[in-house]
């Protein structure tokens, strides 16, 4: 540890003389939001909560931690710019944060990186403390160093990376003894010398009639003089027919971008055809090493995707580099630390060993345990992923899907060619939620079932596709169970077009949406009127909330089949004419709607009301025709698998989207992919 005054080590050299190079900056939050201050500074530093060890459980101890109340005294005042913050006498903050610690465990993995150096600059009128911590991949914290100065300063702290295999971070707390103390900076460092490249970016945002979201990049991107150092262009990629050059703000934004900014406006490709054009459009720039993709409708953090473009600059072998995707409406609610696809399910979900939904207002870093392990990941969230260029010319651009798991099915095509994916803690958005809505019954339906098949088919390791074809044909008789008749009618369709080979993927991308939409309104269950006063009157105000979800398998298949044999009992005339009973979205499952033969149910988002009706005819007609869909593909299997896997590079090819792209766009100047 020193103490002291160097100079700035952007590019600079460090107290040995050695060059080192900012990865990570302390950076603090300038709108006042108290939502978002746990993921910047802890005021709570004396609380330190890991789990308890399997000993001290056998002993009697509780299998999990206690959970505290939430301490409320967040203070924004402290904060006094984006880098800097004002602690009054006798208090203690700690950095231990989700955006402010540095994640050790990760650069210690993917790069060659073995030390990182802390600086941290003070200004005080009297004693000021900069205790340094890490912690283990138990969570468990330590301190590591620590220094006080009077007269203020830099205080500079060499720490190694080696004992980090596993999992663990460091982080610093700030102490005012008798005067108030002025954090100026902080920032973690590295060997500029172990660096693989000095790499640039173009981020492409794709967006869909939200004009307003796109200037609003447009606006943050401008404002980051750092960010803008390293930025060749930002790519926006306009799908809709409300245009971003309608807005008043825009004229202005795209003048201060000046050269980094370029406009395309295209055809509806869905998410994957505006992000395959994101990736071309990097391509054919031929200045940026990597593209970022990020959504339209996220808020971000410019901090985090310096962290990323940094991060990948130095990791061994070329890696995309994702972000975490925080809730847009509850800021400190991270979604999942990470995404792993099952390959004998052939699903998503969170990482092992991590949670979902994490609050971190509620319990910080240096309370969650669990935080502290390395995650390891098959692909991140297109919500914010940096991706080298020199794998999207080793493997191609986005599956051309629409929406819904082209970015799931990069990362785990990345891997089979030798890629690694990284969702790097520090670097991370704000986002809707997915809880609140119900994609999978909506015109979506269509796309989370075809695409689903189609990674399968592409990716599979297991003959037949493992419990992937049982899952797909359970969903459809639960939605079935349910009356969603709407939802399966368009999932049949996702199957034949899947029967149908590879070629149907760029053929149908700018045009299967509205056969969707248009195949949905001829079902009352997807007919969305705004109030329930719309439909006639509720038979009767009985309670739903009597019935139970089955506690066990067996009485799950019970239930299934108990409501089978039901769909043969004819439709009672009174159920067809008015509604038996109405159920809001969060009680709609498959176990509760069986016991009904119509009801009202709300939409998921709360913008309306549907009218769910049973209906037997249709019922054994869509059973018949999933059954039968699901016995095609799982006998013709091998010949599917081999089709798919074999046509996958190309599809995804840059020749095969620059037809579609012509096809359904304004032509491409100087095509040279094709």
């Given at each position: 540890?020193?103490?002291?005054?160097?100079?700035?080590?952007?590019?600079?050299?460090?107290?040995?003389?050695?060059?080192?190079?900012?990865?990570?900056?302390?950076?603090?939050?300038?709108?006042?939001?108290?939502?978002?201050?746990?993921?910047?500074?802890?005021?709570?530093?004396?609380?330190?909560?890991?789990?308890?060890?399997?000993?001290?459980?056998?002993?009697?101890?509780?299998?999990?931690?206690?959970?505290?109340?939430?301490?409320?005294?967040?203070?924004?005042?402290?904060?006094?710019?984006?880098?800097?913050?004002?602690?009054?006498?006798?208090?203690?903050?700690?950095?231990?944060?989700?955006?402010?610690?540095?994640?050790?465990?990760?650069?210690?993995?993917?790069?060659?990186?073995?030390?990182?150096?802390?600086?941290?600059?003070?200004?005080?009128?009297?004693?000021?403390?900069?205790?340094?911590?890490?912690?283990?991949?138990?969570?468990?914290?330590?301190?590591?160093?620590?220094?006080?100065?009077?007269?203020?300063?830099?205080?500079?702290?060499?720490?190694?990376?080696?004992?980090?295999?596993?999992?663990?971070?460091?982080?610093?707390?700030?102490?005012?003894?008798?005067?108030?103390?002025?954090?100026?900076?902080?920032?973690?460092?590295?060997?500029?010398?172990?660096?693989?490249?000095?790499?640039?970016?173009?981020?492409?945002?794709?967006?869909?009639?939200?004009?307003?979201?796109?200037?609003?990049?447009?606006?943050?991107?401008?404002?980051?003089?750092?960010?803008?150092?390293?930025?060749?262009?930002?790519?926006?990629?306009?799908?809709?027919?409300?245009?971003?050059t309608g807005q008043a703000a825009y004229?202005?934004?795209?003048?201060?971008?000046?050269?980094?900014?370029?406009?395309?406006?295209?055809?509806?490709?869905?998410?994957?055809?505006?992000?395959?054009?994101?990736?071309?459009?990097?391509?054919?720039?031929?200045?940026?090493?990597?593209?970022?993709?990020?959504?339209?409708?996220?808020?971000?953090?410019?901090?985090?995707?310096?962290?990323?473009?940094?991060?990948?600059?130095?990791?061994?072998?070329?890696?995309?580099?994702?972000?975490?995707?925080?809730?847009?409406?509850?800021?400190?609610?991270?979604?999942?630390?990470?995404?792993?696809?099952?390959?004998?399910?052939?699903?998503?979900?969170?990482?092992?060993?991590?949670?979902?939904?994490?609050?971190?207002?509620?319990?910080?870093?240096?309370?969650?345990?669990?935080?502290?392990?390395?995650?390891?990941?098959?692909?991140?969230?297109?919500?914010?992923?940096?991706?080298?260029?020199?794998?999207?010319?080793?493997?191609?651009?986005?599956?051309?899907?629409?929406?819904?798991?082209?970015?799931?099915?990069?990362?785990?095509?990345?891997?089979?060619?030798?890629?690694?994916?990284?969702?790097?803690?520090?670097?991370?958005?704000?986002?809707?939620?997915?809880?609140?809505?119900?994609?999978?019954?909506?015109?979506?339906?269509?796309?989370?079932?075809?695409?689903?098949?189609?990674?399968?088919?592409?990716?599979?390791?297991?003959?037949?596709?493992?419990?992937?074809?049982?899952?797909?044909?359970?969903?459809?008789?639960?939605?079935?169970?349910?009356?969603?008749?709407?939802?399966?009618?368009?999932?049949?369709?996702?199957?034949?077009?899947?029967?149908?080979?590879?070629?149907?993927?760029h053929a149908t991308l700018g045009e299967r949406l509205q056969w969707v939409r248009?195949?949905?309104?001829?079902?009352?269950?997807?007919?969305?009127?705004?109030?329930?006063?719309?439909?006639?009157?509720?038979?009767?105000?009985?309670?739903?909330?009597?019935?139970?979800?089955?506690?066990?398998?067996?009485?799950?298949?019970?239930?299934?089949?108990?409501?089978?044999?039901?769909?043969?009992?004819?439709?009672?005339?009174?159920?067809?004419?008015?509604?038996?009973?109405?159920?809001?979205?969060?009680?709609?499952?498959?176990?509760?709607?069986?016991?009904?033969?119509?009801?009202?149910?709300?939409?998921?988002?709360?913008?309306?009301?549907?009218?769910?009706?049973?209906?037997?005819?249709?019922?054994?007609?869509?059973?018949?025709?999933?059954?039968?869909?699901?016995?095609?593909?799982?006998?013709?299997?091998?010949?599917?698998?081999?089709?798919?896997?074999?046509?996958?590079?190309?599809?995804?090819?840059?020749?095969?989207?620059?037809?579609?792209?012509?096809?359904?766009?304004?032509?491409?100047?100087?095509?040279?992919?094709?």
């Open positions: 540890m020193t103490v002291g005054t160097t100079e700035a080590v952007g590019s600079g050299a460090g107290t040995d003389g050695a060059a080192y190079q900012v990865v990570h900056k302390v950076v603090l939050p300038v709108e006042g939001d108290t939502d978002v201050l746990p993921l910047y500074v802890d005021f709570n530093p004396a609380r330190r909560v890991v789990d308890p060890s399997r000993r001290a459980i056998r002993n009697g101890a509780p299998k999990t931690a206690p959970s505290f109340p939430v301490l409320s005294h967040q203070r924004s005042d402290f904060i006094a710019g984006r880098t800097s913050l004002k602690l009054p006498a006798h208090q203690r903050v700690s950095l231990g944060t989700y955006f402010n610690a540095f994640p050790a465990s990760y650069w210690r993995r993917h790069t060659p990186v073995r030390s990182v150096r802390l600086r941290v600059e003070v200004e005080a009128g009297s004693e000021a403390s900069v205790i340094v911590y890490r912690s283990s991949p138990r969570g468990t914290s330590n301190r590591v160093d620590s220094a006080t100065t009077t007269a203020g300063g830099e205080l500079v702290f060499d720490l190694p990376l080696a004992s980090f295999v596993d999992g663990g971070w460091y982080w610093f707390d700030l102490v005012a003894h008798d005067a108030e103390v002025t954090l100026s900076r902080a920032d973690w460092s590295v060997p500029a010398a172990s660096a693989r490249s000095q790499g640039t970016l173009s981020i492409a945002v794709t967006t869909f009639n939200r004009p307003e979201y796109a200037v609003r990049h447009m606006t943050t991107l401008a404002n980051d003089p750092d960010l803008l150092e390293v930025l060749d262009r930002l790519i926006i990629i306009d799908q809709g027919d409300d245009r971003v004229a202005a934004a795209a003048a201060r971008l000046g050269g980094k900014f370029r406009l395309v406006e295209q055809a509806n490709l869905g998410g994957s055809g505006g992000f395959a054009r994101g990736m071309e459009e990097a391509l054919r720039g031929e200045d940026s090493d990597y593209v970022l993709l990020l959504d339209d409708d996220v808020s971000i953090e410019t901090e985090g995707i310096l962290r990323a473009l940094r991060f990948a600059n130095y990791t061994t072998d070329p890696t995309i580099v994702g972000g975490h995707m925080f809730n847009l409406y509850e800021r400190a609610v991270l979604h999942t630390f990470g995404e792993q696809v099952d390959r004998r399910r052939f699903f998503w979900g969170p990482a092992a060993k991590s949670l979902e939904g994490h609050d971190f207002s509620e319990r910080n870093l240096r309370m969650t345990p669990w935080v502290h392990r390395r995650v390891d990941v098959d692909y991140n969230g297109w919500w914010m992923c940096l991706i080298p260029l020199q794998i999207v010319r080793e493997i191609g651009l986005a599956l051309p899907v629409f929406i819904k798991w082209d970015d799931a099915e990069y990362g785990v095509r990345a891997q089979k060619a030798g890629f690694s994916t990284v969702t790097l803690p520090g670097a991370a958005v704000w986002h809707m939620p997915w809880t609140e809505k119900d994609d999978t019954i909506d015109w979506q339906a269509y796309y989370h079932q075809r695409n689903r098949w189609v990674a399968a088919l592409s990716h599979s390791p297991f003959d037949r596709g493992g419990r992937m074809p049982f899952e797909s044909l359970a969903l459809d008789v639960r939605h079935l169970l349910s009356m969603q008749y709407s939802a399966v009618a368009v999932r049949i369709q996702a199957l034949d077009d899947v029967l149908e080979g590879p070629a149907h993927l248009t195949t949905r309104r001829d079902f009352t269950d997807a007919r969305v009127m705004p109030n329930s006063s719309d439909f006639p009157e509720v038979q009767e105000r009985k309670s739903h909330h009597a019935i139970q979800e089955p506690a066990t398998v067996p009485e799950s298949l019970v239930r299934a089949v108990l409501a089978l044999v039901a769909q043969w009992r004819p439709v009672p005339a009174e159920a067809v004419e008015r509604p038996t009973v109405e159920v809001p979205a969060m009680d709609a499952r498959w176990w509760r709607l069986t016991r009904f033969d119509s009801a009202l149910v709300t939409a998921s988002d709360g913008t309306g009301v549907s009218w769910y009706r049973r209906d037997r005819s249709m019922f054994f007609s869509l059973l018949g025709k999933t059954l039968s869909r699901h016995w095609k593909l799982v006998s013709n299997w091998s010949e599917l698998q081999a089709q798919y896997s074999g046509a996958l590079p190309e599809f995804t090819s840059r020749q095969a989207w620059n037809r579609t792209f012509r096809r359904f766009s304004k032509e491409i100047e100087g095509d040279t992919a094709d």
